[in-house]
């Protein structure tokens, strides 16, 4: 059974810092991973993906996550934090084909000017 | 192209009535789920459809929910005699046929609020 952990339910950074979101799956077969926002009332969107090739994957905003096998995890980063990125972060895993998602309980991201 | 449509966004009802949730997937995709998010909590699978036909069940609670996904017309999730602890964000999401992998796309939720 495939599994997500999101360490830290709620991170605060300052304006301009770095983000470091942590995100560490479980999976019996290579997966398929992604990081969603949600802002207040809203649906999700999705950041980024990764599936197969590269392991560096570039999504939307200026974010970032590096896919570690080794470590079985799939860390959210981004430079320098705005304070239009403060929402609700969740990363997920698909495992299977055409298979349900299964997220891991979000990080919530608050960014002090 | 239009996104995921849900409708309505927000319904309230009193306990014992039933809610009705209603996806519209986006245009030429035949896969849509059902995910459900608690208060202070993240999305749990509930049922994924594809036209006509129910793939997997298994995260639907066993008595009073449904799901359907006719030939023609949205799909919709029902829940009959509701009860406060059905109080959440129901989202849907749709992706393309085919036998390989693709993302799901999110519709903006239905919060149901059970007085």
């Known amino acids: 059974a495939q599994s997500v952990t999101q360490l830290g339910s709620h991170v605060s950074v300052s304006e301009g810092a770095l983000v470091l979101l942590r995100c560490n799956y479980s999976?019996?077969?290579?997966?398929?991973l992604f990081w969603y926002v949600q802002y207040p009332n809203q649906g999700l969107q999705l950041l980024l993906k990764?599936?197969?090739?590269?392991?560096l994957v570039k999504g939307i905003n200026g974010f970032e996550a590096e896919f570690k096998k080794s470590e079985t995890s799939f860390h959210l980063t981004k430079p320098s934090a705005h304070m239009s990125d403060a929402a609700e972060y969740f990363c997920?895993?698909?495992?299977?084909?055409?298979?349900?998602?299964?997220f891991g309980e979000g990080t919530q991201l608050t960014v002090n000017p | 192209n239009a996104g995921v449509m849900q409708n309505p966004r927000h319904l309230v009802r009193r306990r014992g009535q039933e809610a009705r949730l209603r996806c519209s997937p986006m245009?030429?995709?035949?896969?849509v789920y059902w995910y459900r998010q608690l208060p202070e909590e993240g999305l749990k699978f509930m049922v994924y459809?594809?036209?006509?036909?129910?793939?997997?069940e298994s995260g639907m609670p066993k008595e009073r929910f449904s799901a359907e996904f006719p030939k023609e017309g949205p799909s919709i999730l029902r829940i009959q005699q509701v009860v406060r602890g059905d109080s959440a964000a129901y989202f849907c999401?749709?992706?393309?046929?085919?036998?390989?992998?693709?993302?799901?796309?999110f519709g903006p939720g239905t919060r149901l609020t059970v007085l």
């Open positions: 999401a749709s992706s393309p046929p085919g036998q390989g992998r693709s993302e799901q796309f």
């Open positions: 999976s019996s077969v290579p997966p398929y």
């Open positions: 990764y599936t197969t090739g590269a392991t």
């Open positions: 997920a895993v698909e495992e299977t084909s055409g298979s349900r998602l299964t």
């Open positions: 245009k030429g995709h035949s896969h």
């Open positions: 459809l594809q036209k006509e036909n129910i793939i997997d």
